[in-house]
């Protein structure tokens, strides 16, 4: 494995191989975790009617192939891979994009959990297969966005967030109210949601705290550009790669139904 070297400033820098390394494991764990989980839920036809899992499977897919990318682009900058304009630029937007899936998809999940907790009697229509498959295209429509407005890129995700963010407290609040007001089986069905909701509350955040990543990794620049690659790759494995890993143990692990189809298909 050859070490990363730059000059900047006159001066060569080396990166470590071994965080690339650290990286390549990581990587290889998180995605071999999704693809057992993607392909439970293919396998499991009771999940493709489900809105709930239909989501879960798009933040899966959509997770794994932001992993494999962005791994692809730390390898070759490792050993300074030189890319044309234009191959670069596709790359970029398609990262971007997928780099938004996610954090869009949290907020329909979360909207999906309101409606089954808050409004029961219309889960079935507002959440059935046909509405999700359209609700997938809007997502990706949406995460579409700052691929299209790169010049305000940063506020228009920061407006999403925001929006998102929203979203997630106001579903947050509903599940609450209903929590408090039921009883017996019905209260440890809507404490489990609330915990659901929670759970991606706290992805999101990690997924918001990447947007002030640039603005700390500035500031690292003007120390040295030791400090500044070794910032850069913590922010990587901490806001990059540590939202990406949270999926399979909110619904994979967590979601009993999924977790029983699981054990069942690889005998585990």
């Known amino acids: 494995m050859a070490n990363n070297t730059s000059v900047v400033g006159g001066f060569v820098v080396r990166q470590p191989s071994y965080r690339v390394i650290i990286v390549q494991v990581l990587v290889i764990i998180f995605f071999f975790i999704n693809m057992l989980l993607i392909v439970t839920f293919f396998k499991k036809k009771s ?140 209260k440890q069905s809507t404490l489990r949601g609330l915990k659901t909701v929670l759970l991606h509350a706290f992805q999101l955040l990690l997924c918001l705290i990447q947007l002030w990543c640039p603005f700390i990794e500035i500031a690292a620049l003007q120390v040295s550009m030791n400090f500044f690659i070794s910032v850069r790759y913590s922010n990587y494995i901490i806001f990059i790669l540590a939202p990406r890993c949270l999926s399979p143990l909110i619904y994979g692990l967590r979601d009993e139904t999924f977790f029983v189809a699981l054990k069942k298909l690889w005998k585990i």
């Not at 794994?64 to 070759?76: G, N, R, W």
């Not at 234009?86 to 970029?92: D, E, L, Q, T």
């Not at 999940?109 to 409606?115: A, D, F, K, N």
């Open 47 to 186: 999940f493709h009617t489900s809105a709930r899992y239909l989501l879960f499977a798009l933040m899966l897919m959509s997770d794994s192939f932001l992993l494999a990318m962005s791994d692809i682009l730390l390898v070759l900058t490792a050993f300074e891979v030189v890319m044309h304009v234009w191959v670069c630029v596709i790359v970029s937007i398609v990262v971007l994009l997928y780099n938004m899936v996610t954090p869009v998809t949290l907020a329909a999940m979360t909207l999906e959990r309101y409606v089954a907790i808050c409004m029961p009697l219309h889960h079935a229509e507002l959440c059935s297969p046909r509405s999700t498959v359209h609700c997938i295209l809007i997502i990706h429509g949406i995460s579409s966005i700052p691929c299209m407005v790169i010049l305000s890129v940063s506020a228009v995700s920061q407006f999403f967030f925001l929006i998102m963010c929203i979203v997630i407290v106001f579903s947050y609040y509903k599940i609450m109210r209903v929590a408090k007001a039921a009883s017996g089986e019905n």
